[in-house]
């Protein structure tokens, strides 16, 4: 049977690791190749990079840490932030990265994932969204959470779907750092929406909060950061408690 | 030697790298002379079907994996890499394959279940082949994909994964030198690792 995958998701910025709240107040949380070794020593079920900044200063995503995590990481690689062409996309996963996330691009830009999915696959495109929940609505962001759009949530995820995305990464903006459990309703708006997997991410501050999340939607895996930046905290123990519940989780 | 080939379908590096990291010997195929100087192939791959074989048959490299497969040799597909080396693909148009294995690939539809299969699923072994030996009963590996082998004989499959239905995840040629794994080794970590230094020690037949 298919496991429930944990997924440490490492935010890059100028070449390090960094953390915030609510896609602000960054701290400095590292390295973020050697970050990749420790995950990779405690068998996590893939990794996501989120170059943060990419969009917004207008550059590429900095393909140099894949090329670097590749060499010694042999397990699912993700990499997203600034991926705006068909171009960049050929060059990360030249650079050994096994999927990108397109966020932003996506937006303005539909012919990008649909190039992307034919040429290199349903099931190495991303789509990444980012949430914000204001009157009990779900708003969607882009820009790292700088740019209110205009269009809903169901829209945009059955726009994308029709041009190929083969998988979402959902990150609710309120949660992200507060480290109070994942959206839950957010996760279950999405899954219901479409029939590929779905992965997501904000709020994680216990394992508890993971089990929940398995137990209360349909989600395939689960990204976290603060849990393991901020806290006595690794995917070994993480990986305990959800066995203990009853997760399906890798046997390693 | 290890030969990686090619046919500009995707993630050699990976492959590449995990071969590297083992310390085993490997080339990269890129035309099909380089089939002199390997012992081994391995045949990666992401992508459409169509485009693979047709990237294969414009690199000529059709004929020698065929010569190289009857010779014995050890051929290794991964992923897409093993969805052609059926007789034909039905993924967007029905398209003939390498036929190094009876059977045609077909799209998943595992009921109420998300398509692609993403993740981490485990094995259950219908045979022994030397290409699992020391690997944990029980392990999971990774699996990305939407459409499958389904073979023509029962024979010729090596592991079944259940995703909604069961579907062979290995499948090896009736003389048991060309093996396809549907999962990825090099993306499978400790056991991925330990199949493709299997794959390395195996001999020809």
Not at chain 1, 82 to 97: C, D, Y
Request: proline share 4%.
């Amino acid at each position: 049977m298919l496991k429930k995958r944990i997924i440490p998701t490492l935010l890059l910025r100028n070449g390090r690791m960094v953390k915030g709240i609510n896609f602000d107040n960054f701290r400095d949380t590292g390295d973020p190749i050697f970050a990749s070794r420790v995950y990779n020593s405690q068998y996590v079920d893939e990794l996501v990079f989120l170059d943060i900044d990419a969009t917004n200063e207008g550059r590429r995503t900095n393909a140099k840490i894949i090329a670097e995590v590749s060499k010694e990481c042999f397990m699912p690689l993700t990499i997203g932030g600034g991926v705006s062409s068909v171009e960049i996309i050929r060059e990360l996963l030249n650079n050994g990265a096994d999927k990108v996330v397109i966020n932003s691009a996506a937006y303005t830009d539909s012919d990008l994932i649909r190039k992307g999915a034919n040429r290199f696959g349903s099931q190495c495109i991303v789509l990444g969204i980012d949430v914000k929940k204001e009157d009990g609505a779900f708003i969607l962001y882009k820009n790292s959470g700088r740019t209110r759009c205009d269009i809903s949530l169901k829209d945009h995820i059955k726009n994308m779907v029709e041009c190929g995305v083969g998988e979402i990464f959902v990150n609710n903006i309120s949660n992200d750092g507060v480290m109070q459990g994942y959206d839950l309703d957010l996760i279950n708006k999405v899954t219901d929406l479409v029939n590929i997997p779905v992965i997501a991410c904000g709020g994680a501050g216990n394992f508890q909060h993971l089990v929940d999340a398995y137990k209360g939607t349909n989600v395939s895996g689960l990204a976290m950061a603060s849990i393991y930046h901020f806290g006595d905290n690794n995917p070994i123990r993480a990986r305990a408690h959800l066995m203990n519940n009853q997760i399906p989780i890798k046997s390693v | 030697m290890i030969g990686i080939l090619d046919y500009g379908m995707g993630n050699l590096r990976s492959v590449k790298n995990s071969l590297d990291f083992l310390f085993l010997e490997n080339t990269i195929v890129s035309n099909p002379e380089d089939f002199k100087n390997i012992t081994h192939l391995i045949i990666p791959g992401v992508g459409a079907f169509p485009e693979a074989i047709e990237n294969i048959k414009n690199g000529s490299f059709h004929q020698p994996i065929l010569d190289f497969a009857k010779e014995g040799n050890p051929i290794l597909g991964i992923c897409l890499g093993m969805q052609l080396l059926a007789s034909f693909g039905e993924e967007v148009e029905r398209t003939a394959g390498l036929g190094l294995i009876p059977g045609r690939v077909i799209l998943m539809n595992p009921k109420d279940l998300t398509i692609p299969h993403i993740g981490w699923n485990g094995l259950s072994y219908l045979k022994a082949h030397p290409i699992f030996d020391g690997v944990k009963k029980g392990a999971d590996l990774y699996f990305v994909h939407s459409y499958y082998f389904k073979t023509e004989n029962d024979n010729n499959i090596l592991c079944e994964t259940t995703y909604g239905d069961k579907f062979p995840s290995v499948v090896v040629n009736d003389l048991g030198n060309v093996v396809g794994m549907q999962y990825h080794p090099e993306k499978s970590q400790k056991q991925g690792l330990k199949i493709l230094e299997n794959f390395s020690r195996m001999e020809k037949c």
